[in-house]
């Protein structure tokens, strides 16, 4: 298993409820990314890491959302009181780090969590 | 403001012939990224072609090229001989300076279909 990987791959869940989502980096990539996709659209950049540090938080929609990221490693992006809107395939990736826009920065994805808020 | 501009939707193309989609972007850092990725209907991304503000020369990957024309701030991807298998949503995505903003943008998107 060298590649990105998320879990669940689905998850169904009530409208108001808290839910966890979890993405494993390839090893040794530094820079971890969420995206969200909702149905036909493009990626929408809701946080970055580097290492542990998230220097940018700028795309986390509202506080409901928060992400953490432990050992530099897995990270986990929880969604508090879940709404209908929320409802998106939220995709991982990682990357080796940070690179003056070299080809280091290209940037490899899970296959994405597909969430469904009732 | 928008980053990344893909003005076609989506796109018809016969198989084996090339097809050209469309990519502008807009910043003001003489140091950036460009990057295409492929995603076909199993959600998966896949990094196709990579260019570099100060490359010299058109990125290539095979069957892939990018027209770079930096003044014009486009970075259209060409298929070449296309293949069944390139139907897919083909994304555009930009990175800026890493020192001071490290996230990647992407465009919405455009759909490709090659058709038999």
């Known amino acids: 298993g060298a590649g990105v990987s998320q879990s669940p791959s689905n998850k169904v869940t009530e409208k108001g409820k808290d839910v966890e989502l979890r993405c494993d980096p390839i090893s040794g990539h530094t820079a971890l990314y969420w995206y969200r996709q909702r149905l036909g659209q493009g990626l929408e950049f809701l946080i970055y890491f580097q290492g542990n540090s998230a220097p940018d938080k700028s795309g986390l929609p509202s506080d409901r959302f928060s992400a953490e990221r432990t050992g530099e490693s897995v990270s986990t992006l929880t969604i508090q009181r879940t709404q209908q809107e929320d409802s998106a395939v939220y995709l991982c990736a990682s990357s080796l780090g940070h690179r003056r826009t070299s080809r280091y920065n290209e940037q490899f994805f899970g296959p994405g969590t597909r969430l469904t808020v009732l | 403001a928008q980053k990344i501009t893909q003005t076609q939707p989506g796109m018809f193309v016969q198989e084996k012939e090339a097809v050209t989609l469309d990519c502008t972007y807009d910043?003001?850092?003489?140091?950036?990224?460009l990057f295409w990725y492929k995603q076909p209907s199993s959600g998966e991304m896949i990094f196709l072609i990579y260019q570099g503000s100060y490359d010299q020369q058109n990125a290539t990957e095979g069957r892939y090229s990018l027209n770079f024309q930096k003044a014009r701030k486009s970075a259209n991807l060409v298929i070449s001989a296309s293949q069944l298998g390139d139907s897919a949503m083909y994304f555009c995505?930009?990175?800026?300076?890493?020192?001071?903003?490290?996230?990647?943008?992407f465009g919405a998107g455009t759909r490709l279909t090659v058709k038999p």
């Open positions: 910043t003001s850092d003489p140091s950036y990224g």
């Open positions: 995505a930009m990175r800026e300076s890493p020192y001071n903003n490290n996230d990647m943008r």
